[in-house]
């Protein structure tokens, strides 16, 4: 039996990671987009909002918004400080579905120390009750102004590169259990994703294509509504609360 | 007019931003996963290989392989920095396409400093000529081997993410285009399928569902071979040579 080679011992990389410049500081961010779909306006329309917060609690009009997030602790992981640092404003039970986005590594994107932020797609049920400390708020994404609410350095492009994610996954994955309630009405889940992809979605289609995937099943109920007039919509809800891809090509299944 | 709110001074970081053990050192390398379709073994079979490297350029059997990668330079974004520490290896104009894997950041992952890793997935397409320096060698994944070719820390692990990645999203893009030569017979491309996924594809049923999405279009011609008997075999390229989603629930297009 061959021997196994000893482990290099510690401390000693090989040639090729030596660092290009020895010594320079840098730092390791983690920054998370989570998401809501939430009432806003004056006619409640279900909207897609961030959670954005001022860095020291202030609730100036013209204070700096960032997404939470910070530096990682030593013996965490980049997605156990992304948690951390959410909980600081939600109850991170809440959050359905979190996912790496990119790494944000623009050299010069944050003044001063060399800065590189490692990403993160939260997305919450939009049922769930959050209460925010001082200083954070769900804002709607389509009326994040540069002006009225300014977001710190790159913060904007990584909402951008979130929305982004989400519409693509909301095309080919079960991604929308995140953003549901437990039990839905199809009319509501095809508000849901017209918030979330900024566009109209029919329903009637939306829920041939998911029934017919398996992704969302009837459970059997209606609605008991208050309202007077008309029929109680059947209620619905997602098979699984694990993402998956919905779309696979027959062809390329794996042999069972 | 408003008055835009001055952005903070440089190096004034939100507070939220300050590290939890200021100074802890902590280095940021860049590790990438390059995969080519090679013919392979006694009969050619058609196989996924990795790119994989000796840190000194030693052929040594027991030496450890690493994969191509090393530590990200102080005006280089990672990608830049990806495609530079690759370029020691492989004439990158040679890569169809490369992109960002998850971040490895288990807190002990690399003995010594801690050492966050970003990843990367490239790909080769299988007519690519690749001229490898001395350390250097393309390895079938299948045959990976922890005792006879020990790979470095966590390196096999993220081999494993990045062929999971690979496999997915051969089912619902285009991303073969950037395995697959210019021009190939469809008996072609399902091997190059197969070797990516692991298990066996019908070309028929390829050819019908690609065909359908317009991921693949004929070419017209047909292939001239040396061969005698057999009808010469037509001819096949993709679309586009950019990433894609071929598989958009019809819903959920955007208005025109």
Redesign the interface.
Known sequence: M?D??AP??????????????PG?P????VLSAVFQVRTAGADDTPTLCVLL?T??GSTSP???R?LP???????????QSAKR?IA?DLDVAGLAHIE?L??F???HR?????T?A?TYLGLLPSDADTRLPDGAAWVPIDGLD???L?L?YDHGEIVDAARHRLA?K???TNIAFALAPEQFAMSELSEI?CAA??????TT??L??LSRRAVVVATGTVRKTGRSGGRPPALYRFAESELR?T??????R??M
Chains 1, 2 share one sequence.
């Open positions: 061959p196994e080679p290099p011992p510690a401390g000693d990389h090989p040639a090729q990671h030596a660092p290009a410049t320079e840098l730092r390791v961010e917060r860095p020291d013209g204070a700096w960032t997030g910070g530096d990682v602790g030593t013996e965490e992981t980049l997605a640092h600081d790496q990119s790494v590594s623009a050299p944050v003044p001063g120390t060399r590189i490692s540069p002006v009225a300014p710190a693509a909301l095309s080919y994703y992809l900024g566009y109209t979605v029919d289609n939306l041939r294509v891809v779309d696979e090509f027959a062809t390329l794996p042999p």
